[in-house]
């Protein structure tokens, strides 16, 4: 099993910054892609940046130029920078992580961080 601890949410005003973390633990092979998707009220999950085992990063078009994802694979931990936050990016987010471990192979989920914008 794999477990993933979210850290880093919080209340900021417009134009703030905060940083999401996300470490795996568990008997872990190895990790593919990790992501970031967040869920505003009454709203779809939703991508809001991946990046692959090798650095290969995407992003929706509401994160590009102002979120930053990357990570640490010694440490299996994901990170998202959050720049020039906006009212809108409230919402949990949520980490996500496809790995190898002793179960096979498996699509795991954080239990959430509030990320919380006021104007």
């Known amino acids: 099993q794999v477990q993933l601890v979210e850290s880093g949410g919080g209340l900021v005003q417009a134009g703030g910054s905060l940083r999401l973390s996300c470490a795996a633990s568990g008997r872990i092979f190895s990790i593919n892609v990790m992501g970031w998707y967040r869920q505003a009220p009454g709203k779809q999950r939703q991508l809001v940046a991946i990046i692959t085992s090798d650095g290969n990063t995407n992003y929706a078009d509401s994160a590009k130029s102002r979120f930053t994802i990357s990570r640490d694979n010694a440490k299996n931990t994901v990170y998202l920078q959050m720049n020039g936050l906006k009212p809108e990016d409230t919402a949990v987010y949520y980490c996500?992580?496809?790995?190898?471990?002793?179960?096979?192979?498996?699509?795991?989920w954080g239990q959430g961080t509030q990320v919380t914008v006021s104007s």
């Open positions: 996500n992580v496809n790995a190898w471990s002793q179960n096979g192979f498996g699509d795991y």
